[in-house]
């Protein structure tokens, strides 16, 4: 059974850069069928999807964060890595990585994620 | 932008059925899947719908999808309501014009 599980520091300063870290266990991040994604979650709020990878390093990033954020992937651990640069008090929330899966075809309209992990709450303040 | 737009809270009896929808602001939300997750207090997000109306195995039947092209819009439709269903729901899809992953802003679901 694929799990997913975020690590990394709980509190940021702001203007720092936040680094998370996920770990695949009971499958393999190179896949050719997945990407693999982060989503946050601001307390109280919705869920805002920050960016993907594939195994090979290709990304895609929300167009209103792509300029702070880079997504990488280390295969040889099974990880995938989040930084988000200039943080402030609003990018506080939860963050979570998943399996992005797709249909017929990668990076098209027909896209979802499963299975999530279990969230890392990451705190901006001085 | 593409945006979903979910109402904010719905509510209804067990044993009951309830419809949240999720309307998309431009273009034709046909054009892209829908998919629904739900997330209890405390927990992450588990998809219930993927694919427009596909159930993930181990979903319940109580829970299907569907979409309107007429309202631009996707519903979740939960019957037989239980307590346990108590949770936020999010519909989720894909903004094509900018490759970009759209989440709705979430319902929060009362079993009262």
């Known amino acids: 059974q694929l799990q997913l599980q975020e690590s990394g520091p709980g509190l940021v300063k702001p203007s720092e850069t936040l680094s998370l870290t996920c770990t695949v266990s009971g499958g393999s991040i190179s896949s050719s069928s997945y990407y693999w994604g982060w989503i946050r979650q601001p307390p109280g709020k919705g869920l805002e999807w920050i960016g993907s990878?594939?195994?090979?390093?290709?990304?895609y990033y929300n167009p209103s964060l792509k300029s702070r954020v880079t997504i990488s992937v280390d295969t040889s651990k099974n990880q995938f890595s989040l930084k988000l640069s200039s943080v402030t008090a609003a990018d506080t929330a939860v963050y979570y990585c998943?399996?992005?899966?797709?249909?017929?075809?990668?990076?098209?309209?027909?896209?979802?994620?499963?299975?999530w992990g279990q969230g890392t709450l990451v705190t901006v303040s001085s | 932008n593409f945006m979903l737009t979910q109402p904010h809270s719905v509510s209804e009896s067990p044993g009951k059925t309830v419809t949240i929808s999720c309307t998309g602001s431009s273009g034709s939300i046909a054009s892209n899947y829908v998919q629904w997750y739900q997330q209890r207090p405390g927990s992450a997000p588990t998809t219930v719908i993927y694919e427009d109306n596909q159930r993930p195995s181990g979903v319940p039947d109580r829970f299907s999808g569907s979409i309107d092209s007429s309202s631009n819009s996707a519903s979740l439709t939960i019957s037989g309501l239980k307590t346990e269903d108590e949770a936020d729901y999010y519909c989720q899809s894909y903004d094509g014009s900018n490759q970009n992953v759209v989440f709705g802003g979430g319902t929060k679901l009362t079993v009262l």
């Open positions: 998943a399996r992005q899966n797709f249909g017929l075809l990668l990076w098209s309209g027909n896209n979802w994620f499963d299975p």
């Open positions: 990878i594939y195994y090979s390093g290709s990304t």
